[in-house]
């Protein structure tokens, strides 16, 4: 048996053993996918940097520009389907006691596979926000119009989603932050932990008890300082771990 076996299998182990079960998800689950990354051969979009087309700032200067960025992500994601990492979760979700999701990533995938409990830090990419009555509305449509209006009051809509230079939902982060406070074992998957605040939660499982699980292509930040770190894609691995659940 190889140490990567061994590691598997403890962590197989401590999953059966845990009650309260919390869950952070970041861009590596969502890839597999054939969700974008935005980074290294993804990072482009008609010349455009993500980062320089998701904040406030761009939205107000160009929102017809920004609303074209949302509308192709939009109808890439709706061709796209959970994967095998995605589908793990939902049972982890019916074995516990407790059982929370929190994810960084916008594309509803968690959702689509069954997931239930599930906590968007980031927000949803098909949810839209009126920028002046604020009303959110579920809304799946890929025929929007190039400038979307509310329809109560007639004002611009916007992608409600927290982007670059905006504060996370607060009730939202809270909550978060209490099912790291009281689970037993939390799993990172897919993400890179540079992020804040997400790129801390694990920190906050750990310091209330939890053991902590990294399940990511490569190291972060954070690696040296969790129980345990598998190295491999998250639709191989989590399927592994949840086998006899």
């Known amino acids: 048996m190889t140490i990567a076996n061994k590691d598997v299998q403890q962590v197989r182990c401590w999953l059966q053993r845990a009650r309260r079960v919390t869950v952070l998800t970041g861009a590596g689950i969502s890839a597999e996918s054939g969700v974008p990354t935005f980074r290294g051969q993804d ?3 008609r010349g455009y940097r993500a980062t320089d087309l998701a904040t406030p700032e761009a939205f107000d200067r160009d929102p017809q520009l920004v609303w ?5 992500r939009r109808q890439l994601l709706a061709a796209l389907e959970p994967n095998a990492a995605h589908h793990a979760l939902v049972l982890v979700e019916s074995k516990k006691e407790q059982f929370s999701l929190i994810t960084q990533n916008i594309d509803d995938l968690h959702r689509r596979a069954g997931s ?3 906590l968007e ?3 949803n990419i098909w949810q839209i926000r009126c920028t002046a009555c604020s ?3 579920w809304n799946r449509e890929l025929t929007l119009p190039p400038l979307p209006i509310c329809r109560d009051c ?3 809509l916007r992608p409600h989603v927290v982007w670059f230079g905006e504060p996370l939902e607060a009730a939202i982060l809270e909550s978060a932050i209490a099912a790291c406070r009281s ?4 799993l990172v998957i897919g993400t890179s932990a540079v992020v804040q605040p997400a790129a801390s939660l694990a920190l906050v499982a750990q310091e209330h008890g939890a053991r902590i699980v990294e399940i990511n292509l490569e190291a972060t930040p954070y690696t040296d300082r969790f129980d345990c770190c598998l190295r491999g894609k ?4 989590v399927p592994e771990l949840v086998r006899d659940l």
């Open 234 to 237: 998250a639709g191989t691995l």
């Open 183 to 186: 689970c037993d074992l939390m």
């Open 154 to 156: 007639g004002a611009l």
């Open 43 to 45: 990072g482009l979009w």
């Open 135 to 137: 009303v959110v509305r």
């Open 121 to 123: 830090l980031h927000g």
């Open 68 to 72: 074209a960025f949302y509308h192709w």
């Open 116 to 118: 239930s409990n599930i």
